[in-house]
Structure formats: C-alpha cells, structure tokens
C-alpha cells in the first residue's frame, strides 16, 4: 500500500518543512499549506492546519475544502490519509495508519489507509486505527478509540467506539 517516495521529498520535509512548519506564525495559514504541497499533499486553499499539528508523512495526507486539522493533531503512518471537505480533527487527536500485531510472534507491522469522510469531528484525544473509514457526518467523542469503520450521522464514543445516537443538526430558528 505505500508508494515510492523520491528522497528529495521526504528530505525536504524532514529537514526543512518540519521545522519551518513548527515556527510559522498563529495566522500563517497558507504558509503551513505550501509547505504542506511542497511536500506532496493534496491541500485546498481552505483548509487550516494548525501549527504543532505532527504530520509525519504529507505525500500520503488529502484533505478536502474546509477542513481544519488542531493542535498537536498527530497524522501518522506510510499509508493514505484522506480527510473530506467540512471535518474537524481535534487537539491531540492521533490517526496512525500503521500498527503492529500483537498477536503474532515477531508482530509484523500492519499498515492500512485511513478514510475520514465529509462532515466529520473527531473529538479532542480520540484515536484512529489503521484501515477505518468514519463515514460522512459522524462525531468521535473525545478520547474514544476507533478500531472499526463507523455509520454515517452518528455519535460514536467509548473504548472501542460504538455509535451511541444519531447525529443531528440543528439549523438557525
């Protein structure tokens, strides 16, 4: 499932895009975002990401219009992470596309694309495990520990996360 990356890219990234990412200023928005498609991320030019956001692996990230990634957010792994249009990732929330086996003598590394569909929050410190997909309207509580694809429009909270309710929103009067 990973690709062939030029090294210049990843160099790049780690020795130049990292750094300068971390020391933008509060408002520097576009800057993170040309750093971030410098190093092969599929950006719009509405999307936020804030700056102790930890993207380890950019040439894997697509994020769609909208969308707005928190402080020390943590977007990790050598597979595909793709995040739709209007979604919220939260403060300290972590999404890591590779995990080991714990159940396998030598605990081979397992490694799976993560999917987070439009309209999605995922709340303050919750986790995403490799291969999910949160489908389109739906909330992770904070700290809930997503280990298998969740429905569209619900509330989904809890270690693991189950979806509780459904996701309703309530217009202006």
């Known amino acids: 499932m990973t690709t062939t990356i030029p090294r210049w890219r990843r160099l790049f990234w780690r020795m130049i895009g990292v750094p300068v990412f971390r020391l933008t200023p509060h408002a520097a928005y ?10 092969g991320a599929v950006i719009p030019p ?3 990401f804030r700056r102790s956001a930890r ?17 020390d957010a943590v977007l990790r792994g050598p597979c595909r992470i ?12 972590v999404m890591t596309t590779t995990r080991r086996d714990p159940d396998q003598p030598n605990r081979p590394s397992i490694d799976a694309p993560i999917t987070i569909e439009d309209d999605c929050w995922i709340a ?7 291969g999910v997909c949160v489908k389109a309207g739906t909330v992770v509580g904070a700290r809930a520990v997503v280990v298998e694809d969740l429905p569209t429009w619900m509330v989904a909270v809890g270690h693991p996360a189950i979806p509780r309710t459904p996701r309703v929103l309530h217009g202006d009067p």
């Open 46 to 48: 509405t999307a936020k």
């Open 124 to 130: 303050t410190d919750a986790y995403v495990d490799p």
């Open 82 to 93: 793709k995040i739709g249009e209007r979604c919220v990732i939260s403060q300290y929330a």
């Open 55 to 71: 993207i380890d692996c950019p040439w894997n990230l697509s994020v769609g219009e909208r969308t707005v990634v928190g402080d």
């Open 30 to 39: 576009a800057l993170r975002r040309w750093l971030l498609r410098r190093a």
